[in-house]
């Protein structure tokens, strides 16, 4: 029985021993360094420390490491915290400093936890593995030109003493020694490994995008969604996927119909370089950060990214809220869809003032006399958005409002802003329209129709004008690139004619949320500003 029970120890003994030696193996760096490629580092007397900065930059080293409430991205201290479902990551101090900071590593050990992710020190002789919110997943795709030069780079720097606490990571991922098995898993250890070049693209372009995006960029490292040990899903990488916090939500940058495949190169190109996407829109929270960096870069390597970006696999994955494309003839309503009551720009209403200019700013009715104005008689026309009124008289709130414009021959309900033109101003009653003043008809060269000058004297209140047009055209404009510009590139507002805008705008219109005084607007700023039109609504020298 003794016999049996000494065996049975030995037997627990040996099967905890072999396991702790397991643990140490595969856990060890050792054992990573063994199963893959060895790593190359140029002669470190050649550094150049121009291009080591332009590798800080691209990798965006500045983002979690530079010191908090400074803007200098060269002070290195360390000790922004990151905060994750795995618990909360101290950014360390990457300065040459030596005794809180870098100062005191090779480029060799340098090089090691770049590259491989097992930095200098710890309790045992074969390194400390790193964690991988450290992206060297990506970094392991550096060259050693460009670790030499951003090492030497970094020493260059101003040293920082400043000791970061330890991360505060939640059981089992404070076993800082487990990392090892997730390096073995998920860092293939791929360095220069390169994808086809598509058909028809810059073979040197494409390969320099590659690089940047793949290695120093690690764009892949937020743009995608992860596994349940934090591996980026090969399936959805730049697929987007929420961020660390998990509240926010990185978006899908593939070249797909829920990412960015509306984005031209130029466009993702002119993002990098200057934070404002083709919608208008400028970069917030931590991608106004990254770009802070890529606009630092050469303009030829923000579009060798873009190109590159252009030809990843495109990832089908709409965003959170985001409603699956409708490809179909059959009319889908959004369940989500919300009703906004937007802020229109008009002026103090004792900005309108008695003999000057204004504008209008939304849809309003006028009457012939000043007695109609807030009483019961009904309306006798209405004023649309863009219309230039002159004030003639002020009486408190109500105004006399002298419209000038013209009419076509045989049409006198509508007023257009131009001979010619479908710039409509107003629409009035019969007893409005009898009211008009009108000049000698002109027959117009383009069209061969006959247009008469008129002027209309109207009666309202203060309410939805501004007295500055350009503060109109100003908000007309932002809010056509928030939306309409995603297609319809502003610099080709100048392609369209007065006339041909008002098809295009109108078959779209179903598919925004503006109101009609929006719409209105809209489309008034883009008529006003065609091909056919100045931008102060006067008629082109003939």
Known sequence: MALHRKTLYRLTGGAALLGVLGF???????????????????DAGGADLANGRKVFVASDCSTCHKTPGQEDDTVLGGGWALDTQFGVFHMPNISPDPQTGIGGWTLAQFDRALREGVGPGGLWPDGRNLYPAFPYTSYQRLSGTDVRDLYAYLRSLKPVDNKVPDHELKFPYAMRRGVGVWRLAFLDGKRGEESPVPAGVDAA?????????EGPGHCAECHSSRGLMGNVIASQRFGGGPAPDGVDYFPNITPDETGIGFWSANA??????????????????????????????????????????KHVPAVHKPAPGMPEPNRTDRLVMLRNAVAVTPTLPTSPDQAIVQGGDAWVVATKPVWLEQAGVGGSVPEQGKLLGGAPVHVAARSADKLQLVLKGWQMEGAPSVVYQSKGHRVMLAVLDQAAATAVTRGKPETDADTGQSWIPVEVTLWSNAANLNADRKALWDYSQATFQKACSACHVLPEKQHFTANQWIGTLKAMKRFTSFNDDQYRLILAYLQNHSKDLHPDGKEKAK
């Open 24 to 42: 140490v193996v595969l856990t060890s760096p050792w054992t990573w360094s063994a199963t893959h490629p060895g790593r190359t580092l140029p």
């Open 205 to 213: 372009q494409y390969r320099r995008g590659e690089y940047l995006v």
């Open 268 to 309: 993702i190109a002119n993002y990098l370089h200057t934070g404002v996407s083709p919608i208008g829109r400028t970069a917030g929270g931590d991608m106004a950060e990254v770009v802070k960096n890529t606009a630092q870069l050469p303009r030829e390597d923000v579009q060798a990214m873009a190109v590159y970006l």
